[in-house]
């Protein structure tokens, strides 16, 4: 399994970035798969997750009116679109497949929100 994230970077507040992850190893077709993030000092927290088909989605209170998470299946890429960005976002970001209870994670991409 390989998870691979790309378009982090540094962004002033109210600024918009797409994340994107490119998967590969596993049948990515037939998976949820998540963002999760993890901000200096603090545990990792689930951002978004979206099922096979892209179907349904489901995200944390705190993003759900300014992050979508998307899919292309034939593209093996989940990507995460994040709007109205805070500074308080700033974090690394993971993209994240989990099989039963083993969870696999991208090496993750800094998103910095600043001036």
């Known amino acids: 399994v390989q998870l691979v994230e790309s378009g982090g970077g540094l962004v002033q507040p109210g600024g918009s970035l797409r994340l994107s992850c490119a998967a590969s190893g596993f049948t990515f077709s037939s998976s949820v798969m998540s963002w999760y993030r993890q901000a200096p000092g603090k545990e990792r927290e689930l951002v978004a997750s979206?099922?096979?088909?892209?179907?349904?989605?489901n995200y944390a209170d705190s993003m759900k009116d300014r992050f979508t998470i998307s899919r292309d299946n034939a593209k093996n890429t989940v990507y995460l679109q994040m709007n109205s960005l805070k500074a308080e976002d700033t974090a690394v970001y993971y993209c994240?497949?989990?099989?039963?209870?083993?969870?696999?994670w991208g090496k993750g991409t800094l998103v910095t929100v600043s001036l």
């Open positions: 994240n497949y989990h099989w039963g209870w083993v969870n696999y």
């Open positions: 979206i099922t096979s088909t892209g179907g349904i989605t």
